[in-house]
């Protein structure tokens, strides 16, 4: 059975750092891909970061770039987000997803087969 759930969130200031993991069981990062998509209020569902898959490529959509790092813990059947340096548009409940087998990162939302969920991270003063 296919199963992820995120793990994570909270009130954290601006400039603050959150450490989100998504805990998934029943496939292989090897063979499907991990996506971290988030919403905002009255705003579309959107990817920021994305591994495994075919390729094991590793992605991250603008905003994340240079401040969001993903990594997997084989272990644990996890992946983690290090969101450092966050700011008040980072507000959102974050969720974790899974790709169709043999995808490549990134997916976005329309390519997710099973949904954690999801995690709200507020940044907030």
């Known amino acids: 059975q296919v199963q992820l759930q995120e793990v994570g969130g909270g009130l954290v200031q601006p400039g603050g750092s959150l450490r989100l993991s998504c805990v998934f069981s029943g496939f292989s990062l090897d063979l499907y891909p991990i996506g971290w998509f988030r919403q905002a209020p009255g705003k579309a569902r959107e990817a920021i970061s994305c591994?495994?898959?075919?390729?094991?490529?590793?992605y991250y959509s603008n905003s994340a770039k240079g401040r969001f790092t993903t990594s997997r813990d084989n272990d644990n059947n996890e992946i983690h987000l290090q969101m450092n340096s966050l700011e008040l548009d980072d507000t959102a409940v974050y969720y974790c997803?899974?790709?169709?087998?043999?995808?490549?990162?990134?997916?976005?939302?329309?390519?997710?087969?099973?949904w954690g969920q999801g995690t709200q991270v507020t940044v907030s003063q």
């Open positions: 997803a899974r790709g169709i087998k043999g995808a490549m990162c990134p997916f976005d939302r329309r390519g997710a087969a099973a």
């Open positions: 591994m495994g898959g075919r390729w094991g490529r590793t």
